[in-house]
């Protein structure tokens, strides 16, 4: 019997978790916070809809995207579906107790971080790819001329959401790993404060915020407060990209290294 | 390397609340019984050995390696926690099975083990369903089975039996004694005496975080000559016999117990044979001659008192004036040595940690 690699077990452990994701309540959670999303969105587009020329219906239906991904994605569901299912991942198995089980076993812990964070990456990723999909058939359904010239629109904004969901993974990880009393609350406070509020201020503050980075490769307007008098710096995609997935690295390495040597709260049980 | 625990001059502490402190030992193949009050260290010790904690000094070996962080000896521990936590969205066999590969087996041979392991617990109709559902007996059978699914050398036991019912009991404790024959050391913690009992008399007392004895009962029991022994003899003649043993060499003490006479004596053999003598001689009747000492409860609370002279745990942690002197060599259950060990304590008033 030789122990398993770490590939191995973390693709084990991403199992485990997923099908603790899959069978409990935070995935419905998910799919239901990200369902309300949809449809309004659907319902917004369709409600405004007027009888306007073939072009004219292209913008429209563009527009309404545009501005469905942007409150509806890029400041909800990239905030809620990370934090959902990473912020606590780590906690519930201590205060569950059932973490001794996974810790005693020959793989180390570093793919268990790793695991729990593949797998809210995968959850959050499935919801707001099935979101994004969904919301672009249906909104655009009306004007098929929509649904193909604005089909690039909707990947660059998925994906971009995509590399936000997956550092906002990371981040709620590591504060997961490091801190597992309190890590729902730094998360909370963490993307409330420095992804929602930041990407707000005027000016160069904004660009401290991940997500101003994910708006800007994602094609949405940037603004914010006092936008006009102040306007944000414009930063080149490739960068923007680059801070997005540098931030996404560090979290990570941050929660591998914690993870490896931390005793967590075995001691007050 | 064959199947072991040991420590060396382990001490752990949160802040300044002392859990363990200065434990040394040597455990080989056999089943050892850890014993002691709630908060005594027990569970700490258990977590150091199973890779969970880290010992603040001193250290821990299974199998010749750390256990922290160290999969070449998590390999070698099964572990079955104390807390009733399981996932309760998995089935039992979805469960071990994913412990077994967890442990490095291929997906066909974790299942395979997996349903051998709760076979062996006594889980084959009910490994299916989600543990969710289990009642609390089925569910310390669960965490039985994935401790030894991966046939471990090293088998940590806390609390295994608790809310388990004498079915459940006599199914856990075969299957222990197995995995003990097999070569495996197995320690199993409890603060219910008769458990262990049942099961071994190879014991490790702890309390106050110290280790206050190791070694079979009996052997242990005959050191501790300071310990008066109780002879406790049930008759309808109570005072009749007790003016008869009045005079008896070696009993300190005599006292009315309910349905007869309790002696303290310095010299159980003579005591015994003296009163079975006089009860023949002057004809009295008696329902029968016990020894309340000879459970593990009257030696354990003699030694819970001891330690409780010396430092522990809590508050006073710190400021305690005893100093642990134990000496715990190497045994093994296979070779008991002849005089069991006592981990002796000395009071040295003013003399720190």
């Known amino acids: 019997m030789t122990p398993p690699s770490l590939f191995s077990a973390t693709g084990l452990l991403l199992r485990l978790q997923l099908t603790s994701l899959w069978r409990g309540r935070k995935l419905r959670v998910g799919m239901i916070a990200t369902g309300f999303v949809v449809f309004a969105v659907i319902a917004a587009r369709y409600s405004s809809q007027r009888d306007v020329g073939a072009e004219r219906a292209v913008e429209l239906a563009r527009e309404a995207m545009v501005s469905g991904f942007d409150w509806g994605f890029f400041r909800l569901l990239v905030l809620l579906l990370p934090f959902l299912f990473c912020a606590s991942s780590l906690s519930e198995e201590i205060e569950g107790r059932t973490l001794p089980f996974l810790t005693v076993r020959p793989v180390g812990r570093v793919p268990l971080a790793l695991g729990k964070f593949l797998a809210g990456a995968i959850c959050s990723l499935g919801c707001i790819w099935a979101a994004g999909i969904l919301m672009h058939l249906v909104g655009l359904a009306a004007s098929p001329a929509a649904l193909i010239e604005v089909f690039p629109d909707t990947l660059r904004a998925l994906g971009a959401a995509s590399l936000l969901v997956v550092c906002y993974c990371a981040i709620c990880t590591m504060w997961a790993v490091m801190i597992p009393d309190a890590s729902g609350v730094i998360c909370a406070l963490w993307l409330a404060i420095l992804e929602f509020v930041v990407s707000l201020l005027p000016g160069q503050f904004r660009v401290i915020s991940m997500a101003t980075h994910g708006r800007s490769l994602g094609g949405m307007e940037v603004g914010g407060w006092l936008a006009e008098q102040l306007p944000p710096p414009e930063v080149p995609a490739a960068i923007s990209a680059g801070l997005i997935a540098g931030m996404t690295l560090l979290a990570l390495l941050v929660a591998l290294l914690v993870v490896r040597g931390a005793e967590y709260r075995f001691s007050k049980a | ?353």
């Open chain 2, 1 to 353: 390397m064959s199947a072991s625990i040991r420590a060396i001059r382990c001490s752990k502490w949160y802040g300044k609340v002392t859990a363990l402190q200065d434990v040394s030992l040597h455990l080989g193949p056999g089943i050892w019984g850890l014993l002691g009050p709630n908060g005594s260290g027990k569970t700490t010790f258990m977590r150091i050995c199973a890779g969970q904690l880290r010992p603040s000094l001193g250290e821990v070996q299974i199998c010749g390696e750390r256990p922290f962080n160290n999969s070449k000896a998590l390999a070698q521990i099964g572990l079955c926690p104390e807390a009733d936590a399981l996932y309760d969205q998995m089935s039992a066999l979805e469960f071990v099975t994913a412990m077994a590969r967890l442990s490095g087996f291929s997906a066909n041979d974790a299942e395979k083990r997996a349903k051998a392991s709760l076979e062996e617990f006594g889980l084959e109709d009910a490994m299916k369903r989600r543990m969710g559902g289990y009642s609390r007996g089925m569910r310390q059978r669960a965490k039985l089975a994935q401790a030894v699914v991966h046939d471990p050398k090293v088998i940590l036991l806390d609390e295994p039996l608790t809310g388990t019912d004498p079915r459940s009991r006599a199914t856990i404790l075969g299957a222990l004694q197995r995995k003990a024959a097999d070569g495996a050391v197995v320690m199993f913690s409890t603060h219910v005496l008769p458990e262990i009992e049942a099961i071994t008399d190879q014991v490790l007392l702890i309390a106050r975080g110290q280790l206050v004895a190791q070694g079979k009962v009996h052997e242990i029991r005959s050191l501790l000559e300071e310990h008066p022994h109780h002879v406790r003899v049930f008759t309808a003649e109570p005072r009749r016999l007790a003016a008869l043993c009045v005079d008896i060499e070696g009993v300190v003490a005599m006292s009315f117990a309910p349905g007869g006479v309790e002696f303290m004596t310095y010299d159980p053999a003579a005591t015994y044979q003296t009163i079975a003598r006089k009860v023949v001689e002057h004809e009295v009747e008696i329902d029968s001659i016990t020894s309340p000492d000879a459970s593990l409860e009257a030696l354990f609370h003699y030694l819970v008192e001891r330690a409780a002279h010396g430092a522990g745990t809590g508050s006073d942690a710190g400021v305690g004036r005893a100093r642990s002197l134990q000496q715990a060599n190497p045994r093994t259950q296979n070779a008991p040595h002849p005089e069991g060990q006592y981990a002796q304590q000395n009071y040295a008033p003013g003399e720190g940690q």
